[in-house]
């Protein structure tokens, strides 16, 4: 087989052919994977690419296996085999209540974690299989129902609807915010800022005050917001609270706020999901996390309407 790339295929691509070349069906292979005909008819396409030869025949009652194919089916199926007896090997749940909900490490933990119980049982019981990534996936390919982001605006080939914005505010350790004390904001300067990916927060906040500010050398600089918090938790400087990525931070008294000025985050975060008519599960997951988010139902419902 002459591959047109020499990277490895996911896992996902492979169980979309299993399952259609057992089938002889998209329809009945994405019915059996929970994801649209649309998602495993991209897999395959990918996999025939990658492959540079056809392995379905498709006709009008379903699709059939090329000789080629048939081969391919018999190892992944030998491989398969040889996965499933691995006893400690992790599988993921499947089933209609099943929802794969991709997002950052800091929005997962911080934003999602606190309110996942609620997000699963509330109403009725899903299940959500959580896939932590700060990579933009190819929510189709990968078999993805949704994903909350941050970001300046939609992204290419997805659904977007925005969910909340945030007003910045600087925090500091208790001891820190005593050594800071009350007054101007170039008082703060006095002191080492953390900055997450970029500056651009605290160039938004210092801008509201009518100050400039560029990132100095006793700055410091975390891309994940987590260990921004952790950082300035142990004194290392002062940080901006995004609420409501904060609120647990500052309820406990770990972080405070040393400046009630609030400036409007550049970044905001985002609702997405793949083109097409989404799962009931997944537009199930969608409408509570608007609820959790306080976007308005006109709004969440026009993101859910089928658009292929």
């Known amino acids: 087989m002459d591959h047109s790339s020499n990277s490895m295929l996911p896992l996902e691509t492979l169980r979309a052919f299993d399952a259609a070349a057992r089938t002889g069906?998209?329809?009945?292979?994405?019915?059996?994977?929970?994801?649209?005909?649309?998602?495993?008819?991209?897999?395959?396409?990918?996999?025939?690419?990658?492959?540079?030869?056809?392995?379905?025949?498709?006709?009008?009652?379903?699709?059939?296996?090329?000789?080629?194919?048939?081969?391919?089916?018999?190892r992944t199926t030998e491989a398969f085999a040889l996965i499933s007896v691995t006893s400690d090997r992790w599988v993921e749940p499947r089933g209609t209540a099943v929802v794969r909900l991709a997002s950052i490490p800091s929005?997962?933990?911080?934003?999602?974690?606190?309110?996942?119980?609620?997000?699963?049982?509330?109403?009725?019981?899903?299940?959500?299989?959580?896939?932590?990534?700060?990579?933009?996936?190819?929510?189709?390919?990968?078999?993805?129902?949704?994903?909350?982001?941050?970001?300046?605006?939609?992204?290419?080939?997805?659904?977007?609807?925005?969910?909340?914005?945030?007003?910045?505010?600087?925090?500091?350790?208790?001891?820190?915010?005593?050594?800071?004390g009350g007054g101007d904001p170039a008082r703060l300067l006095k002191f080492p800022l953390i900055n997450d990916s970029d500056a651009s927060g605290w160039r938004a906040w210092f801008a509201a005050q009518d100050m400039d500010y560029r990132p100095r050398p006793q700055d410091r600089r975390f891309e994940d917001y987590n260990l921004v918090l952790d950082a300035a938790a142990h004194g290392l400087g002062i940080a901006l609270a995004r609420p409501p990525l904060t609120e647990h931070q500052i309820e406990s008294g770990r972080l405070v706020a040393v400046d009630d000025r609030t400036a409007l985050n550049p970044v905001s975060y985002w609702l997405d999901r793949p083109v097409g008519r989404p799962r009931a599960a997944a537009a199930d997951l969608a409408r509570r996390i608007a609820e959790q988010a306080g976007l308005a139902s006109a709004r969440l419902e026009a993101f859910l309407q089928d658009n292929d």
């Open 107 to 180: 929005v997962s933990g911080l934003w999602l974690m606190p309110r996942m119980a609620t997000l699963e049982n509330d109403p009725t019981r899903l299940r959500i299989v959580l896939d932590v990534d700060n990579r933009q996936a190819d929510l189709a390919d990968e078999g993805i129902d949704l994903s909350v982001r941050c970001g300046r605006g939609r992204v290419p080939g997805r659904v977007s609807v925005q969910l909340f914005e945030e007003l910045l505010f600087p925090i500091a350790s208790p001891g820190l915010a005593r050594e800071i």
């Open 25 to 74: 069906s998209f329809s009945a292979a994405a019915e059996k994977l929970n994801l649209t005909h649309g998602a495993v008819s991209r897999q395959i396409a990918k996999l025939e690419d990658w492959l540079g030869l056809k392995v379905f025949e498709r006709g009008a009652r379903g699709v059939s296996l090329t000789n080629e194919g048939n081969r391919l089916h018999l």
